[in-house]
């Protein structure tokens, strides 16, 4: 080799090296240059994901804006919205693409009108901020709609649907669109503004200064709303009513049972949508709509509903409308109950003609072969639904499923029953009602007359866990599965020979509801424990495993039991109602911490295929107070149409 070589190798090296610096560098400006359109892709996506959720919130105050400031741009954007009816749209970002310092963002919005809302999509145009950081979005109208420019604005029209009724369980309707007129005061028509409100007072029955307040705190043109009349009650009032200056009418169909009582905690109501429940909607309800708003009419809104008819245009000027967007009406669904208007009505007056107790009071009637629930009463109509949910100790009723369980040890209902005035467990003196004692008596006399002590002397029989399993076969405790809430019941084993002898009569820790009681009147009238059914369609989820049956021998002789209660004893006001033989158990319940404690006032019972439950809160005995309810409802249920 010539020595020429070496110089030729090295040149050749130094070129290599040269090569490989070059391309190092080139990598490492394409990495660079890959980093920086990384972070300006991850700007411009950030910025259009800002807008998209400020748009979302209908305020752009904060949103990345460029074209205007975020408070100009906030106004503009509340101007070509206005005509949509407060609903909220949904704004996801769906692509990015961005060349250089510019870029777009594809927006999809989605209005919730119609079962799929409304949707398309418009461009954003992007930029890249005065600080190279940040990018924004170059605020125009075709970013809200690719149709818009400004000064046009987009309206919703909705037409609301007709409201599916709630049927009863011969299919007819329970609550129906009624024909009503909501009368109201004009402010600025009347001049004597307290000379009005008391006569509409006297007239209407209503609080004078509750709507003086109010008037006066409206509006000169505004509606202030008196009361809404049903108008077969309107009619009569008209030629006093509408002669009155400053008054003004109203006219509407709403949903309404067949009386103002009927039903009424456990249907609820519907009417015009709080603002409460407009933000609680997600966009579904809007100012105006009639919503339920309490009890099945709230539980079943979205189908009682159905879906409005909307038309959304885009108003340019005064004239000219064009429209993006319509959906049909979908009327609302039914929702079919297994009430019945006949009983429900007579379980209604009934319990209103309550007496002797704080006003407060349930009565629960179910069908005896198919454990349908056939009228849930309440008072005060308008309040809480107690003859489903309350929890009350359950008193003497108790005794059914004590019987049941001393029943199963052999007892016999002509067998001894010891009956002092007292009686005294660890310390604990338990005794009867009023002090009464029936000595030495065979066992149904005991349990017609509700001997207190009786069953705490008996109780001795019975171990803890026999309380909760007798409860059980009577189907007390066991979960209702009907579409709307109940308290099925709580019996706890009892822990102490006191808990034991309290639990004995039903006190203790024994709570149950009306229902619930209906409930074992319909299992002891069977013979069997079936499932209660309220709502039938939507029909809700399935029943749970149903408990260990009762011994049906054992059920005939409680069922005979409590046809002596009504023969020859305490419910013996029963034994003349027209119709099949009355079979009942009273209770007085014992609560609070008083001395003397007081009591709630208990009947359940059956005739013939009606198993029934009555509560009166506060009332002074089974017997005195809940018993006369019973008496009113079986006589009205049995005397016909």
Known sequence: MSSSGKPRRGRVLALVAVLVVALLAGLGF?????????????????????????????????????DAAPAAAQEQYAALVKGMRSAVPAVEVTAVRRTG?????????????????WTYVSSAPLAQGTDKQSWVVRWAAPVVHPALAFGDVLTATRTPAPRGEL????????????SVVDVGIQPSRTKDPEGLTRALADLLDIEQPPLLQRLRAAAPDAFVPVITLRRADYEPLKARLQPLPGTVFRESMTPLAPSRAFARALIGTAG??????????????????????????????????????????????????????AVPAAPGSPVRLTLDAKVQQAADQALAGAAGGNGNGALVVMDVPTGNVLAVANTPINGTDRAMTGRYPPGSTFKTATTLGLLGTGLGPDDAASCPPTLTVNGRSFRNFEGGSLGAVPFRTAFAQSCNTAFVGLSERLDPPAFPAAATR??????????????????????????KAATAIGQGKVLVSPAALAQVAATIARGAYAAPHLVLDPAPAPAPAAPPQADPTQLAALRDLMRQVVLAGTASALADVPGAPVHAKTGTAEFGTQSPPRTHAWTLGFQGEIAFAVLVEEGRSGGSVAVPVAEAFLRAVTAGP
């Not at 011969?170 to 009624?178: E, F, I, Q, R």
């Not at 579904?284 to 189908?303: H, K, P, W």
């Not at 599965?481 to 019941?489: E, L, S």
């Open 30 to 66: 394409l990495q660079y240059r890959r980093v920086q359109d990384n972070r300006l892709d991850a700007a411009a996506e950030a910025a259009a994901r800002a807008f998209a959720a400020a748009a979302q919130k209908g305020d752009l105050t904060a949103a990345p804006v460029a």
């Open 101 to 117: 310092r510019t870029g777009t963002a594809d927006l999809r919005w989605t209005w919730p009108f119609g079962p799929n809302g």
């Open 167 to 178: 049927l009863g369980g011969d299919g007819a309707a329970l609550v129906a669109n009624t």
């Open 272 to 325: 015009p949508a709080t603002a409460e429940l407009i933000e609680k909607s997600s966009g579904r309800l809007v100012a105006g709509d009639v919503t339920g708003l309490s009890g099945l009419q709230r539980t079943y809104d979205a189908r009682l509903a159905g879906t409005p008819a909307v038309r959304v245009e885009q108003v340019r000027g005064s004239k000219e409308r064009i429209e993006l967007f």
């Open 474 to 499: 009577l189907g007390l405790g066991v979960p209702w599965q009907v579409g709307v809430d109940v308290f099925a019941g709580d019996v706890p084993v009892p822990t102490s020979e006191v808990e």
